[in-house]
């Protein structure tokens, strides 16, 4: 009988960390995010890359990322209003578009959402054309500055990730 509770105690375990998923912090200017499975730290490159997170969708050719970016000094980065149409600017014409105002326990995170044909590439690069994308991105305050978070992708890979990435932004703040 000893022999039987041992392998359905493993197999208990280990249903437990696959219904719970796996949890991760990352560090971003003093907050922390929790985020769980399907996401996954990875290695950032590029400028201002303060982290970077990576899921597998369904729907998508290859994972998706979210970016936090972080610029040095009071300010960095630019203010609410520049950010958000920066954002939208990064479509073809006039995108689907939605703007919210979250609460996070007294501080106000901007949620920006929009869909259509996304330029995508580097800042500064060519761009490709991306039709059915979707942004989701926000803005955290984080002391003198503010922490920018960007996830694109196909649209219906991001609506799959669209909760978990507003759970990941509150992360910080919640109780």
Do not use: H
């Not at 200017?29 to 996401?39: D, E, Q, R, S, V």
């Not at 590439?121 to 002391?143: F, Q």
């Amino acid at each position: 009988m000893k022999f039987l509770l041992i392998p359905t105690f493993i197999a208990l375990i280990s249903l437990t960390s696959v219904v719970r998923g796996e949890e991760g912090k990352l560090e971003v200017n003093g907050l922390t995010f929790k985020f769980a499975t399907p996401w996954a730290e990875i290695q950032s490159t590029g400028m201002f890359r303060a982290g970077t997170l990576s899921a597998k969708v369904e729907g998508a050719e290859k994972p998706v990322e979210a970016v936090f970016y972080s610029f040095p000094g009071p300010g960095g980065g630019g203010d609410t209003e520049a950010n958000v149409k920066r954002w939208l600017g990064q479509f073809q014409g006039t995108p689907e578009s939605k703007r919210e105002e979250l609460d996070a326990g007294g501080k106000k995170i901007t949620l920006v959402t929009a869909t259509g044909t996304y330029n995508d590439g580097p800042p500064m690069g060519a761009k490709t054309p991306r039709e059915n994308y979707s942004l989701i991105a926000a803005i955290v305050p984080a002391g003198e500055s503010n922490i920018f978070v960007k996830l694109t992708g196909p649209k219906d890979a991001i609506a799959k990730l669209a909760d978990d990435f507003k759970k990941i932004v509150l992360s910080p703040f919640a109780k």
